[in-house]
C-alpha cells in the first residue's frame, strides 16, 4: 500500500470516528440535558476538556506521543480564545431564538471562506462555493424554524462566528509554523481551554438557566452519563484535531453539518423527536452538497496533487481541501453542546 493510499485510509478512518463520536456525544448529552435537567453545557464541556487532557497526559507517559513545547504565548491564546468562542456559542444560543443560533452556525462556513480568502489568500472555485451553497440551504431548511432578532442576541453571534473562525484557521497556522501534530497541539491548549470554562463555566451556567452547578442533584444515573460523557469527550476532541489536521476548517464545517443531519435522523429514530416534510428535504439537499463538496475539491486535488510533479507547485496552498484528501493542514473546533434552560425549545440542536 503506498504512502498516499495509507494517508487516505487515515483519513477515513479519522472522519468515521469523529462522526461516530460526535452523533454519541450529541445522543449522551441530550439525555443528559433534556431528559435528567442537567443543563450546565459550559461546565460540562470544561471537564470535557479536563478529562481529555488528563487522557493525553497519561498517554505522553506511555510514549504513544512527543512532547513538544513551543511559544506560550501562541498556544495560550489559542487555548483561551477557543474556551471563549464555546462560551460565545452557547450565550448566543441563550439570547436568541432556535432559528437564528441555527444561522449562527451555518454562517461559520461563509465567514471562514472570507477570512480565508483575505488574510490567507486562499482560493475557492465557483464549482466549491457552489457545493457549500447547496449544503448551507439544506442544512437551512432542515434546521432553521423561527428567526427572531435581537440587538444583544445578534451581537453575541456575531462575536461567536468571528471567535470560533480565528480559532480554527489559527490551529491551521500555529500547526505549520511551529511544526506540531494535532495531537501535541490539543494536548498543550487543553489546559487553557479548561481553565477558561472551569473559571467562567458556573457563572455563565447559572447566568443562562437561573440554577446553581453545585447545588444540583446528582443522582448515581446523572453521574453514569456524565462519566459516559467525559469519556466519549476525549474521542471527539481527539478526531476533531486529527480530522482537521488532514483537511481543512471548512471541510470540518461541512462534516458538522454531517454531523447535524444525522443527529436529526437519530434523534427521530432512537428518541422519536419530531420530523416533517422540511427535515427531510433539508437534510436530502444538504447530503447532495456534501457529496458535491467531496467530488469537486476531491477532483481538484488530483489535480494539484499531479501538478505538483513541478518543483514550482510543490509549496501551493490548496483550496478549501477534499473530505479524502492528499494534502496537510490542521484546525480545530472544539464542539461544543447547544445548551438548553428551562423553558426553551427541547429541540434546541445539541451540538457535541
Known sequence: MGEGERFQLGTVGALTLSVVSSVSIVICNKALISSLGFN????????????????????????????????????????????ISIGLLNLSLGFNSVGFYQMTKLAIIPCTVLLETLFLAKKFSRSIQLSLLILLL???????????????GSILSLLAIVTTCVAQIMTNTIQKKFKVSSTQLLYQSCPYQAGTLLISGPFLDQFLTNQNVFAFNYTTQVLVFIILSCMISVSVNFSTFLVIGKTSPVTYQVLGHLKTCLVLAFGYSLLHDPFNWRNILGIMVALVGMIVYSYFCTRESQKKTNEAILPSSQGKEGESDPLITTGNGNDVVIDTIAQKAPGWDTNKDLHA
Do not use: Y
Open 138 to 152: 439544506g442544512v437551512g431548511i432542515a434546521t432553521i424554524t423561527d428567526v427572531q432578532l435581537n440587538a444583544l
Open 40 to 83: 450546565f453545557a459550559t461546565t460540562l464541556t470544561s471537564w470535557h476538556l479536563l478529562v481529555t487532557f488528563c487522557s493525553l497526559h497519561v498517554a505522553l507517559r506511555m510514549k504513544l506521543f512527543e512532547h513538544k513545547p513551543f511559544e506560550r504565548n501562541a498556544v495560550m491564546g489559542f487555548g483561551i480564545l477557543n474556551g
